[in-house]
């Protein structure tokens, strides 16, 4: 393998993606990563939803955005041979009247189309073009071939001292460069997030259950709660609150039992604007 021109440093989402475009175009990269335990993309369920919140709103730039996300991640599964993408609906269930005002006006205008295209009920309505990808395949696989690759270094790095190595670094570790060596780069700001792992019989593989939270199958039997929302809080523990606040939601949502099996934390990173950030800093330096 030839000397690497680009590091990587994090192998959450984004720096798995950048890798893997790294890769497609033939720049030379390594990754340094130590291991996933408090990555914030353990803790993500993976859901692409294409209306979201309260004021039932589409994320920026979805439209253009979702096919080729899907394109992405479906090649990315035919060559890891592994899925990681699945097409899923969301029933969303109106958790008050207010949201149920705002469907009726956006519902009259049209704007929510393509992605609502059936009139509501009293309950809810269906949103059609979402999808799961399924981050633990995804970053279990690329960290395999990359480690087979001789790409993979697991290992801690100072980013200032590595930019003499490569002609780009760039930085994807999310919470822990937003408050270290990226802390002055952006207005960021932090939210803790948790999901629960459900143990539960009859639900529609392929409906997403969604009502202030959400109930995403996930195989046989199996489904993720989540996920909370805490502004401000950058601990990566799972909390008895936090769980107290998804089993209700859970028993709002499910019928019959469930048990719970799994509760992960992680903390997002966001900028007030809440678009990405993306770009170099400086010399032979970006961030992701």
Known sequence: MKPADVLIVGQGLAGTLLAWECERSGIEFVIADQGHATAASRAAAGIINPVTGRRLVKPWRVTDLLPQARSTYQEMGDVLGAP???????????????????????????????????????????????????????????????????????????????????????????????????????????AQGEVLQVQVAGLDPGVVLNRRHWVMPAGAHAAWVGATHVPGVVAREPTEGGRHVLERSAREMLVGEFQVIGHRAGVRVTVPDKLPVIGPIAPGLGVI
């Open 84 to 190: 990681i993408w699945r097409d899923l609906r969301v029933r969303r269930r109106f958790a008050d009247d207010t949201e149920r005002a705002a469907f009726a006006r956006k519902a009259e205008t049209g704007e929510l189309a393509p992605f609502v295209v059936e009139p509501g009920d009293a309950d809810g309505f269906w949103i059609e073009q979402a999808a799961r990808v399924d981050l633990d395949t995804m970053l279990a696989a690329t960290r395999a071939r990359w480690r087979a690759q001789g790409r993979l270094q697991e290992r801690r790095v100072d980013v200032s001292a590595e930019q003499r190595h490569y002609r780009w670094v760039v930085d994807c570790t999310g919470l822990d460069g937003a408050r270290g060596a990226m802390a002055g780069v952006a207005p960021w700001e932090f």
